[in-house]
């Protein structure tokens, strides 16, 4: 079964700290796709990236960074020099990559930032 | 490019009322599309998803119903709403099930 976890509910910073958020998965499949969405306070969920489970690299864009590791489980997303449009809840999901109905999204309970000025 | 568009954006009802909630996508042809319910402070729950016209599939037994008349067309309803049905509903898309999910902005009900 697919499971989601980010353990961290709520995380509040001062503006330009940097702030990583956890996100760990349980599947049993080999193939997988890995998600991570934000959701402003309009609440309207904006897609940030997709990373399938063959590729382990970091991936960078801006001042947003994700580190994969399959070893852990783990795919985490670190913003560089927070700043407060950079708050929001953010979600972590999981699917597997059978091109099937069976293959569907799975969210985490997301993660509320705050950035403080 | 393709959007997708949902309305209400806000909506009050009393207990008991019929709901319906649409959705449409544009720019894309056989998407799949999705309902999920964000209760107040929670995560993502998945109520129902849909492969193709008149194809829908309930991920949790509720009060709920949807139904795909059109291609790019996805309803929300219900014949009598409960004080439990409140939450902020969010319809999606995808081209295939598996991948990036693109939402909508969301309707955020209230049940009085």
């Known amino acids: 079964a697919q499971k989601v976890t980010q353990a961290q509910t709520e995380i509040s910073v001062v503006e330009k700290e940097d702030v990583t958020l956890d996100c760990v998965y349980e599947?049993?499949?080999?193939?997988?796709?890995l998600f991570w969405y934000k959701q402003p306070p309009s609440g309207e969920l904006v897609f940030l990236i997709r990373?399938?489970?063959?590729?382990?690299q970091n991936e960078i864009s801006g001042r947003y960074s994700w580190n994969f590791q399959k070893s852990t489980s783990s795919f985490n997303f670190t913003i560089t020099a927070s700043q407060v449009v950079d708050s929001a809840v953010y979600f972590c999901?999981?699917?597997?990559?059978?091109?099937?109905?069976?293959?569907?999204?799975?969210f985490g309970s997301g993660t509320r930032l705050s950035i403080r000025p | 490019s393709q959007t997708i568009h949902q309305w209400p954006a806000t909506l009050v009802q009393p207990v008991g009322s019929p709901l319906s909630l649409e959705c449409t996508v544009e720019g894309t042809s056989n998407p799949n599309l999705y309902w999920y319910r964000q209760a107040a402070g929670r995560g993502l729950q998945l109520l129902f998803y849909s492969v193709g016209i008149g194809q829908i599939s309930s991920e949790v037994p509720q009060n709920l119903s949807a139904s795909r008349p059109q291609d790019r067309q996805f309803i929300l309803s219900s014949k009598k709403l409960l004080l439990s049905d409140s939450g902020f509903y969010l319809c999606?898309?995808?081209?295939?099930?598996?991948?990036?999910?693109?939402f909508g902005q969301g309707t955020r009900l209230t049940v009085v």
């Open positions: 999901a999981l699917s597997e990559a059978r091109r099937s109905s069976a293959s569907k999204i799975i």
């Open positions: 999606a898309w995808s081209v295939f099930m598996n991948t990036e999910a693109f």
């Open positions: 990373r399938n489970s063959f590729d382990e």
């Open positions: 599947t049993r499949d080999t193939t997988y796709y």
